[in-house]
């Protein structure tokens, strides 16, 4: 399947269903942290933000109080001290004004949720591991390996139902 075919399928289930759309690190401590704080306030999605000060990545969010001030991952500026974790929540209406055939980039979704102020942000203390080169995915590894983990404590996020 098409990467672009997935986004479609994905769009419209989630236009039509009553969930809402997790993404990223699914453990459950996690997951309730988030979801629990997204649930306390009325907007369209959420978003983890991790105080990166461009240390793991390029640092792309300036971000205060629970408030993200700018999101960019194209306009850099020497202000954006934190970075999109990853993990993130969005309701069904995020993606209402999205046609089938569109090619949606989460970041710019996200961007005009943060406009609009419909995205909080969440900040999150432990750092990200990336796997977009061999040098983070052999970090990676590594900390896999000292977690030793197995199937206990997944999250089944399917079954969480959203008014």
């Known amino acids: 399947?098409?990467?672009?075919?997935?986004?479609?399928?994905?769009?419209?289930?989630?236009?039509?269903?009553?969930?809402?759309?997790?993404?990223?690190?699914?453990?459950k401590g996690f997951l309730k942290?988030?979801?629990d704080y997204f649930l306390s306030h009325d907007k369209i999605g959420l978003m983890t933000v991790y105080k990166n000060e461009n240390?793991?990545?390029r640092s792309n969010i300036i971000y205060s109080d629970g408030k993200i001030l700018k999101y960019d991952k194209r306009d850099i500026s020497p202000e954006m001290k934190y970075i999109d974790y990853g993990p993130g929540i969005?309701?069904?209406?995020?993606?209402?004004?999205?046609?089938e055939n569109e090619v949606l980039d989460l970041a710019d979704l996200y961007k005009q949720l943060i406009?609009?102020?419909?995205?909080?942000?969440?900040?999150?203390?432990?750092?990200f591991y990336e796997i977009g080169s061999s040098e983070g995915l052999e970090e990676t590894e590594k900390y896999l390996k000292k977690l030793n983990l197995n199937d206990k404590g997944r999250f089944d996020h399917e079954s969480i139902k959203f008014k």
């Open 1 to 27: 399947m098409k990467q672009n075919n997935i986004y479609k399928t994905s769009v419209r289930y989630y236009q039509t269903s009553n969930r809402c759309r997790l993404s990223g690190r699914t453990d």
């Open 33 to 35: 942290v988030i979801l």
């Open 55 to 57: 240390l793991w990545d």
């Open 90 to 99: 969005l309701r069904k209406e995020a993606f209402k004004n999205i046609t």
């Open 115 to 127: 406009n609009r102020e419909e995205m909080p942000g969440h900040e999150v203390k432990e750092r």
